[in-house]
């Protein structure tokens, strides 16, 4: 059975849709969705949340199925490596995939997983860049990126 649902984090609510093995979508709202539903991995989900939230260097232990091209799966792997409290641009990304920056916007747009596929550590070269293909969505964006490194600036990136 799916389970759609909202979680209330400090930087907005996330909600998401998963079943008893796999969580297949992710996504900041502001008008959240909540199921009385539950199953053994609603309680992993907010153990993760809880722990990402309470200790910026929490990497997620989740069971995560995002479904995409072969592109866009290459690009989601990639960001998976980005260290938590480091930022790399869409320029740096594209040139690691051999693509283009616009490509890798692209990607991370479509990126159904967007906290626990961290496409908020890729900024613009001089700006902060875009989010969930939303400007407002952007103040999630900052607020992922001032947990994880409080001192955030767009100097951080990978080396």
Not at 52 to 66: A, D, E, G, S, V
Not at 78 to 96: D, N, S
Not at 127 to 148: C, F, N, Q, S, W
């Amino acid at each position: 059975m799916l389970i759609i649902t909202s979680f209330e984090t400090p930087v907005g609510w996330l909600q998401l849709e998963f079943d008893e093995h796999y969580i297949y979508q992710a996504i900041f709202t502001n008008q959240p969705t909540i199921s009385s539903a539950v199953n053994k991995l609603s309680s992993l989900i907010v153990s993760e949340l809880s722990s990402y939230f309470h200790n910026c260097q929490h990497r997620f232990q989740l069971p995560l199925k995002p479904q995409g091209t072969t592109y866009q799966q290459r690009v989601w792997n990639t960001l998976l490596v980005i260290p938590v409290g480091r930022t790399i641009t869409y320029g740096e990304l594209a040139k690691m995939l051999q693509t283009s920056p616009r490509a890798i916007g692209q990607a991370c747009k479509t990126n159904p997983l967007t906290l626990f596929i961290p496409c908020h550590r890729v900024v613009g070269k001089t700006t902060h860049g875009g989010y969930m293909g939303d400007l407002k969505a952007i103040t999630y964006k900052l607020g992922l990126l001032k947990h994880e490194c409080p001192n955030f600036n767009l100097i951080n990136s990978v080396d």
